[in-house]
Structures are given as C-alpha cells and as structure tokens.
C-alpha cells in the first residue's frame, strides 16, 4: 500500500507543476515545470488529486463527448427562448485575413493573448499581465476615438 501512496503523492506532485506551468505558459511567461515544486499547497495538490482521481473514473471519450454535446447542445437549447441571431460581418476577406494577422503578431508581440493577461495574469497579479492588459485596454479606447470620432464610421 505504501508504493501506490508514494506513486499517487508523486504524481500529484507533478500534475501540480505542469498545472502552474500551464497558468504562466497562458500569460506568456515560460517557465520549466519542477519534478516536485515545494511552494505547491495543499490545495494545489488536492486539485490535482481530484483531477487524477476523475480521468480514472470518467474515460476520454466521455469527457469529449460531453464536450461535443455541450457544443451541439447550446444552440439548440437557445432556440427553445428566441431565434438563433444571423451574423453580419461588412468586411471583406482581405480585412479579415489581415485582422487574423495582427491578431497573431499582437499575441506573439505582447507574449500572450489578451485573454490569457486579463483572465490568468491578473487573476495572479502578475505586473507584467497588469501592464499588457491596460496597453490592450488603452490601444481599444484609442481605435475606437479614432475611427468613431475622428474618422466619423
């Protein structure tokens, strides 16, 4: 009983760190998962616990399928309330081509998506989340002058 503990112990000591590896990887920050971090607290370690305990219990392919349900599923849910909203986009192909573009650059520019500062970053305090996210903020306010007032679209 003692080998299977230490095994369990050691794994969660490793899904620990790939979880805190993860969370810096999604602001942009690399940093090199640990073989057993020290800091990890109890928490931390229940967390990965539990989600070792459930990808024994609940296989894969049900999680996917959950997932592809939830997808398919949504849509259909909202229109037992109201009509599913037709989408309307007035740019061209080469507009949005060139937004995917700057859209990739900017997250390689500012390493990491606006997402992953404003949610994971700031969620960790991290200045330098805190920093990118008001220069993602101010640069939106700015465009939005610009093109609104300034350019009168």
Known sequence: M????????????RDSSLLEARAHDAVGER??????PLEAT???LEHALVGRIAERVVPPRVV????????????LAYLLFARLPVPRIDAGYAALI???????????????????HGV????????RSLAAT????????????VIRHL???
């Open 2 to 13: 003692r080998s299977s503990e230490s095994a369990l112990d050691s794994d969660v000591a």
């Open 31 to 36: 940093v090199e998962p640990e073989v057993a």
């Open 42 to 44: 109890h928490r931390d």
């Open 64 to 75: 996917t399928a959950a997932f592809v349900l939830g997808l398919l599923g949504a849509p």
């Open 98 to 116: 060139a937004a995917g573009l700057l859209v990739g650059v900017g997250t390689r520019y500012g390493s990491g998506c606006t997402s992953g």
């Open 120 to 127: 994971c970053g700031l969620a960790r305090l991290s200045p």
């Open 134 to 145: 008001a220069c993602f903020m101010a640069s939106g306010f700015a465009t939005v002058f």
């Open 151 to 153: 350019f009168n679209l």
